[in-house]
């Protein structure tokens, strides 16, 4: 019983420590691109905090249900784990495409 308890708490940790770093990070990008105004400081007040939260949940959300259903799907989890590098080529890739996304950023002069 104490080890259940222990596990959740752990799971709940983690789940919380994912949700602060990812809104960390979006209201970083938030306060890099806001241009200034009121009208962009009552956006960066209220409107990206509540944005960061939806975007976090969702995120988690998603990864946790394809983390169960690997973890629960006993064929799906001996392939997984059998390519296990497959987790490595797929986070090279997405920092591939991050990098490759700045050069679709707009730049606007004033």
Known sequence: ????????LM?????ALTM??????????????????IDGLAGLI???PVSALLCALVTVVIC???GLFIRLNPKVFRWWTRYFFLDLILIVFGF?????????????SI
């Open 64 to 66: 946790a249900l394809a």
């Open 96 to 108: 591939v495409l991050v990098l490759l996304s700045a050069s679709f950023t707009e730049v606007r």
């Open 46 to 48: 209220f409107f990206h």
């Open 11 to 15: 799971f709940m940790g983690q789940l």
């Open 20 to 37: 602060a770093t990812l809104m960390i990070l979006y209201m970083t990008m938030a306060i890099f691109d806001t241009e200034g105004g």
């Open 1 to 8: 019983m104490v080890r259940k308890v222990i596990h959740i």
